[in-house]
């Protein structure tokens, strides 16, 4: 089939559990999308409390966008960790990046609004933790 070409499972080597983190990932990224693509409000306010007095419109549109992305995204992460695993490491690396990224904007650089913090800056900072266990578990050899 040419959407999806055979499976590549069996040429991955790390922990099983790395897979099954990814997978976890995986949901954890198309909830949030289905979220802000599909809340009224993107969960700006109701989640995010996010003051919406001001340019309502433009921070819904952002948040409806970011989950416009993160739905296929999170859709090819599922599938990476449920039929192509070879790439597990690389993804999960990337990943890493990603939420790092994320995490040292929110809590030291352009997402610094005093007290206030949205749950993604928080699962974005445990998400790197977690995320370096799980990569270096796809690094190691399955025991046979």
Request: proline share 7%.
């Amino acid at each position: 089939m040419a959407l999806l070409p055979p499976s590549t499972n069996a040429d991955y080597r790390g922990s099983n559990l790395s897979a099954v983190f990814l997978a976890l990932s995986a949901v954890l990224t198309i909830l949030p999308g289905m979220i802000h693509y599909f809340l009224p409000d993107g969960g700006a306010g109701v989640i995010a409390h996010i003051d919406l007095t001001t340019r309502a419109d433009t921070i819904i549109a952002i948040f409806a966008w970011y989950g416009a992305m993160q739905i296929p995204f999170g859709l090819l992460v599922l599938v990476i960790a449920l039929r192509y695993r070879a790439p597990t490491p690389l993804v999960l690396l990337l990943l890493i990046l990603m939420q790092g990224l994320s995490a040292f904007a929110a809590w030291f650089w352009k997402g610094t609004h005093g007290d206030h913090h949205p749950p993604e800056h928080y699962g974005s900072a445990v998400f790197v933790v977690l995320g370096v266990l799980f990569f270096a578990l796809s690094l190691r050899p399955r025991r046979a």
